[in-house]
């Protein structure tokens, strides 16, 4: 079946412009997570979705960083006033349904690069 | 709340020679573990997962981890590395009681030497 799709692909933007990050799921997964990955590092969690259930925003870096998911499934990841330093590969995943034995399954990212 | 070291942030082998990649992790509860591979500019793919059935997990690509509670580890094993192998590779802990319950380690990028 379709696995996570994630637009664009690759995203330039000037600084000070804002951008939208969309996520797509699989079909019937109840959990989805933000993932950003800068040059060279590990993931940096950013925030997690699960059903009905609030958010958990405790990664969002900034006030500038929002996300909603509607309908819970398709999801925006939104940067305002983009800064330098938020380029970097934004990945997003979803999950069957949170427990310990549902792995997450990633999209192939959006590439981010701010001028 | 539960956590993920990966002890090493690079491994460089030689073609044909074992491959071992490390992860330790600490949770206060039965977790399950898990190890993602990233190629370069790929998306993470699951290698093998851990969910308290057998300790010995055996992965895609030859790989296979064993899980060791007496020692907290999840080490990553291949006996013997191909070119392909070259990628990022990360150790994820999850366990029941936290509400963003995965948590991954740092990575650790291995390099395959013809």
New interface residues.
Partial sequence: GAGVSQSPSNKVTEKGKDVELRCDPISGHTALYWYRQSLGQGLEFLIYFQGNSAPDKSGLPSDRFSAERTGGSVSTLTIQRTQQEDSAVYLCASRPQVGVAYEQYFGPGTRLTVT | AQSVTQLDSHVSVSEGTPVLLRCNYSSSY???L?W?VQHPN?????LL?Y??AATLVKGINGFEAEFKKSETSFHLTKPSAHMSDAAEY?C?V???YN????R????TRLTVKP
Avoid: C, E, R
């Fill in positions: 039965s977790p399950s898990f993602y790929k998306g993470l793919q699951l997962k969910t308290s990360f994820v999850s366990d029941l509400n963003n319950d995965m991954f380690g740092a990575g």
